[in-house]
């Protein structure tokens, strides 16, 4: 009997080309036609190795094949094809039939690959942000389909208040200019601290960075944009302590609902602009909140440790298997560590105690930047990572590296409220992979 094999290309992963009817036909040259893969089937699927994301299923006439996601991965029926088929091969890359002595302990080396692409830029600049003197602007509310921020009376943007991310639709200038004889005009002091984002991730890149300027003695109150009011920021814990660190009050701070011109106001640029530039001042900054926040309760935990996003009930993506890269975690030595479940100080101090910092990268990775220079590991779904986490990395000082797993794919079953899912196909071997790096 001759059974179905599958092969490997030389970086370990599976290849196949996927047909109308879904079988994938993969011979192997005619000379090693005597060395056809012989498998003992599972009953469930791999989660290791090359053969992790396939199922192994023998037929009613003795075959066996390999399939993943209705693409199936076999001998063809004769050698006829072998010619024909020789030459799509070539015209991919160069394989080696796969031995049954191949998927042993060493294939984990295979899990993972460098996240080579980075989205945006990354550059750190010494010297503290600009701050700017504004006598005369005309501040629009905060309006999700509108124009808002401040804007010159000849309706040009003021520059320095620019949030310089596309997440906010800011325009730079007002297609109409109107008449703003009726609106309120203020004379007293303000300083200027852009749009308000209490979102874990986002506060403390856009809000946060605004205040590097902040040194609590200045009378002038803090003026910012929001969708929400002045109260409502001090219900939310990471806003609290941090807003109580730097000493601010919500009496401090000021949000207007209607255009109104001021003619007296000062702009500090932000210290980081997501995914372009940070200043060092953004570091200072966050190393003086750790010292104000105080000793949190890092529970006995050093070591290596695991940021674990698998207790997240909302965000943007999440790794539905995630449950089993983190048992191998723990099975190698490592902390498991579940960020949401700890309070702010907690946190810094978890991960200011690890010697070293691995996970799927998420806002926790940020919190690196209020602690000492970290030995850190990230994990990405894609080839792609956020600038925003290089930035972090450099201007903190952490050693850091991002790996994007060989074999990832859609998942649809997943718990919570997440804009997307994925899942690993070889979570035990991107564990393994990672542990090796440290």
Known sequence: MVARMFVSTVNGSVLGYQEARGLVQLPPLVEFVGDMLHIVPSDSVQNHGPLAGYKAERHADGAISLHRDGMYLCAPPDVSTVDQDRTQIGEWEKFRPVQIQDFDQTCWRQAIWPAGHVWGQVRVVEENPATVSVSDCIYLPWTQTGTWGLFTPDGDVVEAAMTERELYQQKTKLAEVPSFASAEIRSESYIYCGYFNCHF???????????????????????????LAVQSWFAIPHVKLMLDALGVRSQDMVVLTEPTRLKNLVVPKTSLSAQRYVHHAYRRLCLRLAERLGAGDARGIGGRVYLSRSRLKIGTGICANEGAIEREFRRLGFAIVHPEELSLQDQIATINAADSIVGLIGSAFHLTVFCEPKRLIGISSSNVVNANYKLLDVVAGNEAEYFTPIHVRPAVDFEGFFQSGYALDDPIGVARAVAERL
């Open 201 to 227: 991730g986002h506060f403390l890149i856009d809000t946060l960075s605004r205040l590097w300027h902040h040194d609590g003695q200045s009378r002038a109150k803090l003026l910012f944009h929001s969708d």
